[in-house]
């Protein structure tokens, strides 16, 4: 972990300042949606919105996803770390080559949970969906865990 945050923060020192943002929950909202790209589930029905940098390039990107009610993301993994913060909703999520209901968390708004790069994970939401917002360092990718399950 403190290895981690080292070596993000040396990546800091050398990368160029981020573009200054501040977006409101309403700006965001009206942010364009984009289709499926590297880093996001291809489900259909899931809203992915970029919020900064580029998740198909080096460096840092922030994205937004809104996952419709009673929907089932298989568990998959990311080349790139990254954290994550529920907005909205309850996520159930957990860790594990397969999406194993014992292994899911409920977490509420507010909630916090990262994504090591190469672990796999999976997630579902309930009645209300979910609402969470995404960092990480690009180009990043999705693999699932079974081919079977990539909906792309």
Avoid: C
């Avoid at 259909?44 to 996803?65: H, N």
């Avoid at 409920?106 to 309930?126: C, D, I, K, N, Q």
């Avoid at 917002?133 to 079977?148: C, R």
Wanted: glycine letters at 10%; zero cysteines; proline letters at 12%.
């Amino acid at each position: 972990m403190i290895r981690t945050a080292l070596a993000l923060a040396a990546l800091l020192a050398v990368a160029p300042a981020p573009r200054e943002i501040r977006l409101t929950p309403a700006e965001v909202a009206a942010l364009p949606q984009i289709g499926a790209v590297a880093g996001t589930s291809g489900l259909a029905g899931v809203e992915t919105r970029v919020l900064s940098g580029d998740p198909t390039k080096p460096g840092l990107f922030a994205i937004e996803i809104k996952v419709p009610p009673n929907t089932r993301i298989a568990a998959h993994s990311h080349k790139d770390e990254r954290t994550a913060t529920v907005v909205s909703g309850m996520w159930h999520f957990g860790y594990g080559p397969k999406a194993d209901d014992s292994l899911r968390k409920p977490l509420p708004p507010g909630s916090f949970y990262t994504e090591p790069a190469g672990v796999p994970h999976f997630a579902r939401t309930g009645p209300e969906g979910a609402h969470v917002y995404i960092t990480g360092y690009g180009p990043t990718d999705t693999v699932y865990a079974e081919p079977a399950s990539n909906p792309n």
